[in-house]
């Protein structure tokens, strides 16, 4: 009975932390820090949750995580809804692309990995903002100029700043494990 308590405990605990983590990357998408943007672009906090979160997870739930996250921005960014490109297809994709390289061992659990994986996923979902863009009848010149220098900041930011959300979860997540042993 002791030991169910201490799980249940647990359980509560990670999630908690799991979800205030979140929290924390939802509010630090319009906190500007001095010296904390590029060129006016700021890091995708909740990308770099996302891969962090993904690593270990099955494609599906990964997916599932993605589409969540891109409601979530697209209900604190649109103004105009008839108008404006879903991140809900970005997310998505860069959290299965993201559970697959990580099933297919084609990338070792790291600091420098993960930092690469959150670099292709921003430009990923940047890239499937300006495609949306570009289909909803934007001028394609104007589109993917913004689309360069948008993909290579987020990018740049993100891939910096992603081992501030990767080593305390992965470390924690890591702890969980152990403790299941």
């Known amino acids: 009975m002791l030991d169910r308590k201490v799980s249940l405990s647990t359980k ?53 995580a993605g589409i969540g996250l891109g409601m979530v921005q697209d209900g604190m960014t649109f103004t105009n809804v008839s108008v404006a490109p879903t991140h809900v297809l970005g997310l998505a994709i860069a959290g299965g692309i993201t559970s697959l390289l990580q099933k297919q061992r084609y990338v070792q659990e790291d600091f420098i990995s993960i930092a690469l994986i959150v670099f292709g996923m921003a430009v ?48 924690w997540w890591r702890s969980l494990e152990k403790k299941k042993d």
């Open 12 to 64: 509560l605990l990670n999630w908690a932390v799991t979800i205030g983590s979140l929290l924390i990357c939802i509010l630090g998408m319009y906190t500007r820090f001095p010296s904390m943007t590029l060129m006016g672009i700021a890091p995708n906090w909740l990308l770099i949750w996302l891969v962090t979160w993904s690593v270990n997870r099955p494609v599906f739930l990964t997916v599932m």
């Open 124 to 171: 990923i979902v940047e890239t499937m903002h300006a495609v949306q863009l570009t289909l909803m009848g934007a001028k394609m010149d104007n589109v993917w100029a913004l689309q360069q220098r948008i993909a290579l900041s987020s990018a740049i930011l993100s891939s910096l700043w992603s081992p501030a959300i990767y080593f305390p979860l992965s470390r």
